[in-house]
Structures are given as structure tokens and as C-alpha cells.
């Protein structure tokens, strides 16, 4: 099985996705030019049922995704540990750096370099992790803040379909 990717537009803006030997590797906010050239899936494939799972995200479908996932093997002990209460984040809410700092016996700021770190957002999602007193950094922080108003999207967004619920 060979590497697949697409690139895909949502209200977010265009999101790159890659699966690799069964497994979805890697998902990025492709905001380049080059990125940013939408590329289909390939029929039939786990990538096409990425794409999927993603737009049911955002038309509000889906609350939790149900793809295999490969973490990247230079992720530290920590990371992964971090990244396994991400996942335990329900929809629409949110956990502080500091809540899950304390959870894991370790500092703000070492949750927010690994949230930044996380390969995998909306899957593990980083999204849910916001400052004490404020939304806090995203998927390390885009050169002109873009990231910050990704999240900001992505949380209102879940908060719209809980309340529709």
C-alpha cells in the first residue's frame, strides 16, 4: 500500500489529508498555493473514506471519527500520552493547557509544544485545548494568525451542532 493524499476544501479552508499502509499518517491546513490545489481521492480507497468522515465533520454528521490512524514514530512517550486525553475530549468541549497538564504531571506550556506537534488534527483534536483566559494557540500558530481563527472556527462550529442536537 502506497502513500494517498488530497487536498479538499471546507469552511476552514483547504485541508490537506494523507494515508499511508492502512492508515490515515498525516492531516495539515494546506494553506500554500501549491497545497492548496484540490486533489481527489482515489475511489474506494481508506482516503476516500477520509474525505468522507471529514465532510460529515463539518456538515455536522459526525461528532467522533471511526478511521484507523498511525501516530508518527518519532512522537515521544509524552506525546502520545497527551495526544491519547485529546482523544478523550468529547465534542464541543474543551479542557485548559492546565487541566491537562495536571492530568498528566507536567507543565502548560509542554501540553501546548506537544498539541503543536499533533500530526492528526480534528481526528486528535487539539482544537478542544484552549488557554485559561482565552482560545490559546493552534496546530503551531500560521505565520499571519490564520490558525487562531481555525480554531476559533472549528469550536464554533462544534458548539453549533451540539446545540442543534
Keep these: 500500500m502506497g502513500t494517498d493524499r488530497a487536498i479538499i476544501q471546507t469552511p476552514v479552508g483547504p485541508l490537506g ?30 482516503l476516500a473514506d477520509a474525505v468522507r468522515e471529514v465532510g460529515e465533520y463539518f456538515r455536522g454528521e459526525r461528532r467522533a471519527f471511526t478511521l484507523p490512524v498511525r501516530r508518527p514514530a518519532r512522537a515521544t512517550a509524552f506525546q ?45 483534536p487539539c482544537h478542544r485545548v484552549v488557554a485559561k483566559s482565552g482560545l490559546g494557540g493552534f496546530s503551531g500558530d500560521w505565520e499571519t494568525g490564520l490558525a487562531r481563527d481555525v480554531k476559533a472556527a472549528l469550536l464554533e462550529h462544534e458548539a453549533r451542532v451540539a446545540a442543534s442536537a
Excluded: H, K, M, Q
Design 80 to 124: 502520545r500520552r497527551l495526544w491519547d486525553a485529546l482523544e478523550g475530549i468529547p465534542f464541543a468541549e474543551t479542557r485548559t493547557y492546565g487541566d491537562l497538564a495536571r492530568g498528566l504531571g507536567t507543565s502548560p506550556r509542554a501540553v501546548g509544544g506537544a498539541c503543536a506537534r499533533n500530526d492528526l488534527p480534528l481526528v486528535i
Design 17 to 46: 489529508i494523507e494515508t499511508e499502509g492502512g492508515a490515515v499518517v498525516r492531516i495539515w491546513f494546506a494553506r500554500g498555493e501549491r497545497d492548496a490545489e484540490v486533489r481527489p481521492a482515489p475511489p474506494g480507497s481508506l
